[in-house]
């Protein structure tokens, strides 16, 4: 577990209908052209494909979709390259960037007041199933190194982890905490996020 690099987060959207997969086709592909924090290639859809990634923001470090995998509509956060630290930061690392993803959605001119994240409802996966089985060994390792960032995200509220160990599914934990939260920093001051300090429990 302490070599694990490719995390996924997803959060969810409050209504699934919200953003379809050609706006969504349209805004990463401007996302594009104005990044200038990390390097962004193309955008894919796959949007007949059905359940999964439905459109996709294809990154060198990490890739961003929309994703309905499961039946329920979010952000997902792939992360692919490899990050420094421990594994506890390099998990604070990917809820960061897909937070700040789903902030920047959410003030997007052609979204506001449209488009809103379930902020308490997170779902992080470990995408490598060699360094994390979807095992009980591999849920206690995983929130052992999970939980302290949770603790400083919601800032003291209560929240609920659960593992669903299906056959054939990786490690993963569902997050579902009483209460929201979101970034209140302004998109001019995201590159400066580096941590949960700047993330607002709203009760």
């Given at each position: 577990m302490d070599e694990l690099q490719r995390i996924n987060v997803k959060l969810y959207l409050r209504d699934a209908d919200s953003l379809s997969s050609e706006v969504?086709?349209?805004i990463f592909n401007a996302w594009i052209a104005a990044s200038n924090d990390e390097v962004l290639v193309?955008?894919?859809?796959?949007?007949?494909?059905?359940?999964?990634?439905?459109?996709?923001?294809?990154?060198?470090?990490?890739?961003?979709?929309?994703?309905s995998d499961g039946g329920e509509a979010g952000l997902l956060y792939a992360r692919k390259q490899a990050q420094s630290g421990t594994v506890q930061e390099r998990?604070?690392?990917?809820?960061?960037?897909?937070?700040?993803?789903?902030?920047?959605?959410?003030t997007e001119p052609e979204l506001a007041d449209k488009v809103s994240f379930r902020g308490g409802d997170i779902l992080v996966t470990a995408n490598d199933r060699l360094l994390a089985p979807n095992t009980d060994e591999g849920e206690r390792d995983l929130r052992t190194a999970l939980e302290p960032v949770l603790d400083e995200l919601f800032a003291g509220s209560q929240y609920l982890v659960e593992r669903d160990a299906s056959s054939g599914e990786r490690l993963n934990l569902r997050v579902r905490a009483e209460g929201d939260f979101s970034a209140e920093r302004s998109e001019e001051h995201t590159s400066e996020l580096q941590s949960p300090d700047h993330l607002v429990c709203r009760l």
């Open positions: 969504a086709f349209r193309d955008v894919a859809d796959y949007s007949h494909v059905g359940h999964g990634p439905e459109t996709i923001l294809i990154g060198h470090e990490a890739n961003y979709s929309l994703d998990l604070r690392g990917a809820l960061t960037a897909a937070l700040r993803a789903c902030r920047r959605l959410e």
